[in-house]
């Protein structure tokens, strides 16, 4: 079965500073990989997608994660965050549950607060 | 413009009662979905349909019941609505791997 697990449900960090979001996942073959941005009574946002090639995947809002097999991970990272990026962020896991079906397994969040 | 939407936004009913909420995607994708999010944020899926047929349910209740009148729309019918119920639902479509969630409906059942 596959699974997400984000450890963290809560990150402060101060306006500039950098950002690194962890998500492990656990899926029986190659991993559709995805994070997710949840403003506040809003919906989610698709930020960046892996499906393979090169490890180091670039998003929107300047937004970047690394898929690492090894470590069964897959990070979200920015180099100097946003009070706009003040949010609730979802990685998921996904594979084709036939045709175009793709089943999304969500982490559990990490709300990020960001200090000015 | 909006890809996804949703109506109503929010959605306040007593027990028991049956209400709908209503979905519709205009970016011409052959799937769509039902996830539920609870009070922790935690996000699930319940429904996924392709072409109208239902390919995905993950052991939701029968007191909730898609129906997709066409490729476009997937609306969800509920049932006795119980206090459990109460959660922001997300409709999503897609066409092949990504996901496009809409704005969410936030049910609060008394």
């Known amino acids: 079965a596959q699974s997400v697990t984000q450890p963290d449900i809560h990150i402060t960090v101060s306006e500039g500073a950098s950002l690194e979001l962890r998500c492990n996942y656990s899926?029986?073959?190659?991993?559709?990989l995805f994070w997710y941005v949840q403003s506040p009574g809003q919906g989610l946002q698709l930020l960046l997608k892996?499906?393979?090639?090169?490890?180091l995947v670039q998003g929107i809002k300047g937004f970047e994660a690394e898929f690492k097999r090894s470590q069964s991970s897959f990070n979200l990272r920015k180099p100097s965050v946003h009070w706009s990026d003040a949010a609730e962020y979802f990685c998921?896991?996904?594979?084709?549950?036939?045709?175009?079906?793709?089943?999304?397994?969500f982490g559990k969040g990490t709300l990020l607060t960001v200090n000015p | 413009d909006t890809a996804v939407s949703q109506t109503p936004k929010y959605l306040v009913t007593q027990m028991g009662n049956d209400k709908s909420i209503k979905c519709e995607q205009n970016?011409?994708?052959?799937?769509m979905y039902w996830y539920k999010q609870d009070s922790k944020k935690f996000l699930k899926i319940m429904f996924s349909?392709?072409?109208?047929?239902?390919?995905i349910n993950e052991t939701v209740p029968n007191r909730f019941s898609p129906k997709s009148p066409d490729k476009a729309h997937l609306n969800l019918h509920i049932n006795s609505l119980e206090l459990g119920d109460s959660a922001v639902y997300f409709c999503?479509?897609?066409?092949?791997?990504?996901?496009?969630f809409g704005p969410g409906t936030r049910l609060t059942v008394l």
């Open positions: 999503a479509s897609s066409y092949g791997d990504t996901q496009y």
């Open positions: 899926y029986g073959a190659t991993p559709y």
């Open positions: 892996y499906f393979s090639g090169d490890t």
């Open positions: 998921a896991v996904g594979g084709n549950s036939g045709g175009s079906n793709y089943k999304l397994t």
């Open positions: 970016l011409g994708h052959d799937t």
């Open positions: 349909y392709n072409n109208k047929e239902l390919i």
